[in-house]
């Protein structure tokens, strides 16, 4: 899935919906660091035993399959639906904005008469992306994550904590030429404090700080 416009209106499906970083604007850096959230996208997450999965005929993902490689995603004909690998038996499918309710019900569907769980988590969690060329070592400053070009790539995507937040990395497919971008999933209840300490230790980079507007302390160990 191609990195969205965060604030455009067609991520907004209604007028009083806010998203977790909706109090952000987005930050930018030396030589094209952007940081900005990816708001409302539809998230549903998939529980099926692995090999009731290799049965199914999956219409509602519009070409995209169920990724058996551990840590990988894959993505439909329309680019418009991404299935991430997060464990065995369980997967993320993420949609645009406001097609979650529909997907769900097609899914469902697809998945009828089988033992599954299907359940849908797009408030639970919001989306952070960090463009440029230092954003691999501006996430590795805050994770264990091997973040080099040998061991993340394109499509791949793997939790980690980053200082007390727990989050996936998800390397999205870009064109060709366009700089790299890594796509946080991370709670709601902690995307604002992800989001102050990516901030944070992308200052060497021109980056201003954000701070958490709760007062939270920022701690990285």
Sequence with gaps: MAPSDPKSETQVDRPDRQS??????????????????????????????????ETVEFDALEGAALPTQPCNSSVSDTGTVSVLWLG??????????????????????????????????TDYYTCIDIAGDQ????????????????????????GSIFGHANAYVWQL?????????????VRSSMADYLWCLISRS???FGMPEDTPSSGEKLVIS
């Design 20 to 53: 977790a970083l909706s109090h952000r604007s987005p930050l930018t850096g030396d030589d094209g660091l952007i940081m900005r959230e990816a708001t409302h996208l539809g998230k549903l997450v998939l529980r099926l035993a692995a090999t009731e999965a």
């Design 88 to 121: 065995p038996d369980e997967w993320m499918i993420v949609s645009q904005a406001g097609t979650e309710q529909a997907l769900q019900t097609r899914l469902q569907s697809d998945v009828s008469g089988r033992h599954f769980q299907l359940s849908n988590v």
């Design 173 to 185: 497919h870009t064109d060709p030429g366009a700089s790299e971008t890594f796509r946080l999933i």
């Design 202 to 204: 992308a200052r060497l």
């Design 135 to 158: 954003n691999r070592e501006i996430l590795m400053n805050l994770s264990t994550l091997d973040m080099h070009k040998r061991s993340f790539s394109a499509g791949q995507i793997k």
